[in-house]
């Protein structure tokens, strides 16, 4: 059974910066693709970023420019560099491997002042 632990959520202003990591337990790590997920209050969870074991990523257009996925196989983890952070960005933010469709646990990113 795959497990996702991510880490490094929390409280930030507007216009900070934050980096959540997520340590994977697959072997095969460094062949899966893995994505960044995020869910707000009363809406759907949306794609964020995702990164292919090439190391080619794909952003949703929000965050573009601003958030950068990036994967460390040595360490089995995925990371995602957020900045200049808005209070729209404010979610429940969940890594995914998506070869087997594992979920983490999810971590709150909360933007405010």
């Known amino acids: 059974q795959v497990q996702l632990v991510e880490s490094g959520g929390g409280l930030v202003q507007p216009g900070g910066s934050l980096r959540l990591s997520c340590a994977s337990s697959r072997s095969i790590f460094r062949i899966v693709t893995m994505a960044w997920y995020r869910q707000a209050p009363g809406k759907q969870r949306e794609l964020v970023a995702r990164i292919f074991s090439s190391g080619n990523t794909i952003y949703a257009d929000s965050v573009k420019g601003r958030f950068t996925i990036s994967r460390e196989n040595a360490k089995n983890t995925v990371y995602l560099q957020m900045n200049s952070l808005k209070p729209e960005d404010t979610a429940v933010y969940y890594c995914?491997?998506?070869?087997?469709?594992?979920w983490g646990q999810g971590t709150q990113v909360t933007v405010s002042s």
């Open positions: 995914n491997d998506q070869q087997v469709g594992a």
